[in-house]
């Protein structure tokens, strides 16, 4: 559960979203204390970023770049 590591208060879903795509934390609605991603997250936020770049990088060069012969021009 994501609750607040100061008085133990639950986060809503709108709230770690919001905490999520903030780079400097966010205050607590309930004691107004700054809470801010773990590094356990930080470290999952990176990876979940970096899987489907690479899928992209491996997958989109053999289906949609053809090669040609000659050096054709522009249009
Ligand atoms: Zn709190």
Not at 8 to 36: D, F, L, M, P
Not at 48 to 67: M, Q, S
């Amino acid at each position: 559960m994501t609750s607040c590591q100061n008085c133990n208060y639950k986060w809503s879903t709108k709230e770690i979203w919001r905490i999520g795509v903030s780079k400097n934390g966010r205050v607590c609605a309930k004691c107004g204390k700054k809470q801010y991603l773990s590094r356990d997250t930080k470290n999952w936020l990176t990876v979940g970023w970096l899987i489907p770049l690479i899928i992209i990088l491996i997958l989109v060069p053999k289906r949609f770049v053809k090669l040609s012969n000659k050096d054709e021009p522009l249009i």
